[in-house]
């Protein structure tokens, strides 16, 4: 990618992402969790149950979940991507706009690499495929420990709620404080574009799949 292109497309995320923390409540809308969501047990919780933070999120998706399945097997660097704001957080490599066979392979164990040159990431925690996928992370040399988790839960024939939970467990003050001022809103905005993303995603493939 030209330069210039790849520097107008991270100004681009850029001031999209700074948008969305600076919006706030109103940013929130289209990703809150719904009914008791954020506050009943799912998938993953059991590997941090003392977490001191949870982050709950969740969209509606016109799709089943064997549907929307796929895009989430295929996450993360050097795969399908993180259809979040690409020139932030994956190198400014466009995530992927269709299901790739070859990343479809999810095993406990499996990395998701955090940036195109990582050569560590995410690690795969849990895998109910069509269900829930979890993934962890953390550094023993600074105490802490997270897991994100992704939930499919239909809600009719045609539809399915897509719930994320990012929970994280601490020891030090510092980091707490870094999680709640810092990374809390970091997180929301990269996690709803995520989810926008894979709801527009998942949705023109299935309506193209259809219609062909």
């Known amino acids: 990618m030209p330069r210039m292109a790849r520097t ?11 948008g969305v923390i600076l919006g706030g409540v109103l940013s929130r ?7 008791d969501e954020a506050r009943r047990p799912l998938p993953g919780d ?10 709950t999120n969740g969209i509606t998706i016109r799709a089943t979940p064997p ?3 796929p895009w989430l097997a295929q996450m993360g660097c050097r795969r399908g991507g993180w259809y979040s704001y690409d020139a932030l957080d994956n190198g400014g490599a466009p995530s992927a706009a269709r299901i790739v066979p070859s990343w ?3 095993t406990v164990g499996d990395v998701f690499p955090w940036t195109p040159i990582a050569r560590d990431g995410f690690i795969v925690r849990a895998v109910d495929p069509a269900r829930s996928l979890v993934l962890g992370g953390g550094d023993p040399r600074s105490r802490y420990s997270v897991t994100w988790s992704f939930v499919l839960e239909p809600i009719d024939a045609t539809r399915t709620r897509l719930v994320t939970r990012a929970s994280g467990d ?3 003050r510092s980091t707490g404080l870094f999680l709640k001022v810092v990374w809390h ?10 989810l926008r993303n894979l709801k527009c995603r998942v949705e023109a493939n299935t309506a193209g799949r259809n219609n062909g």
């Open 8 to 18: 107008l497309r991270l100004l681009r995320d850029a001031a999209q992402f700074a």
């Open 29 to 35: 809308r289209s990703v809150r969790p719904r009914g």
């Open 46 to 55: 059991d590997f941090i149950p003392a977490a001191k933070a949870r982050w």
């Open 67 to 69: 549907d929307v399945w």
């Open 104 to 106: 479809q392979s999810v």
């Open 170 to 172: 601490y020891s030090r």
């Open 185 to 194: 809103p970091v997180h929301f905005a990269m996690q709803r574009r995520q």
